[in-house]
């Protein structure tokens, strides 16, 4: 059966949430964010991650793992008079899907399919407080499927699109243990990801 895409949404919700929150109450009683240039130096930020993908490509949610490489740009900004910079980013996913697409005649087979991602986007960062910076990233994302060709056999059922492109949109959240390492969490469209952030 196809699995349901509503769980995990909302624990990813929540989690998101709470750590926004926590940003809001840090950034409260630190003025970091008026100090610009005030942020980590560095000329790359690898991050590997574990990954939910709740966009139903598959007959529902996916999990998996992936990294990203961004490139600072601007080190101080499109806002010369806040901490902030801008850098490019771009990456790997990788998402197994367990979920049924195909129904034939009352019943489903052909069960299961691995995706790539392949994200790119602008990212502009905040560090709004001595440990936690936000960011925004909009940009697009190509995509590409693997799995059996089970509706080609004449059956009457369609697969689902391969590969495509389409738009995507992230919010970042950062909790900085130094200047080196933080925890990275990546909310948006089509998935959300936690990992671990290295500036080199």
């Not at 005030?38 to 991650?49: N, Q, R, W």
């Not at 936000?134 to 369609?158: H, K, R």
């Amino acid at each position: 059966m196809l699995k349901p895409r509503t769980i995990g949404r909302s624990t990813a919700a929540a989690a998101f949430l709470l750590a926004a929150l926590g940003t809001g109450a840090t950034a409260h009683a630190d003025d970091t964010i008026k100090h610009p240039g005030d942020h980590p130096d560095y000329k790359l930020e690898i991050e590997p991650h574990g990954l939910f993908a709740w966009e139903d490509f598959y007959g529902g949610s996916g999990w998996g793992l992936g990294g990203r490489f961004t490139v600072p740009i601007v080190p101080n900004g499109f806002i010369s008079t806040i901490n902030n910079n801008v850098g490019i980013t771009f990456g790997l996913d990788f998402a197994h899907y367990d979920g049924c697409y195909y129904r034939v005649a009352g019943f489903s087979t052909g069960c299961g399919a691995n995706y790539l991602f392949f994200p790119v986007a602008m990212q502009w960062n905040f560090f709004v407080a001595s440990r936690w910076s936000v960011g925004a990233e909009p940009g697009i994302f190509i995509y590409t499927g693997f799995y059996d060709d089970f509706c080609n056999n004449g059956l009457g059922c369609n697969t689902p699109t391969r590969t495509g492109v389409r738009p995507a949109f992230y919010a970042v959240g950062r909790y900085h243990f130094n200047e080196k390492v933080s925890i990275t969490m990546r909310l948006g469209y089509p998935t959300l990801s936690v990992g671990v952030s290295f500036f080199l």
